[in-house]
């Protein structure tokens, strides 16, 4: 094999795993971005639940809310006057 020929040879060789690697990083280029895509819906829904979540709490937790709970499932009620016994240091 003459040297123009190996040359030849070496550079058409170089030239196609030079496209191969381009296909291959094109490809996963959309791979990644497709999974990009997916993981910004991902989030967007998580942080739809998030803030509903956040508002269930705040409307679960008001204190007219927790006093009527108290009241009728646990049968709470404020202390008598005589039933308070004051602790002193």
Known sequence: MTP???SLATVSVLCLASALALV??????????????????ERDRL?????RLQL???ALATSARVERLARTQLEMRLPRSDEIVMVWQ
């Open 4 to 6: 123009r020929a190996f």
């Open 47 to 51: 942080d739809i639940e998030w803030r």
């Open 24 to 41: 291959y990083a094109r490809f996963q280029s959309r791979v990644l971005f497709a999974d990009s895509q997916a993981l910004s819906k």
């Open 56 to 58: 269930e709490q705040g």
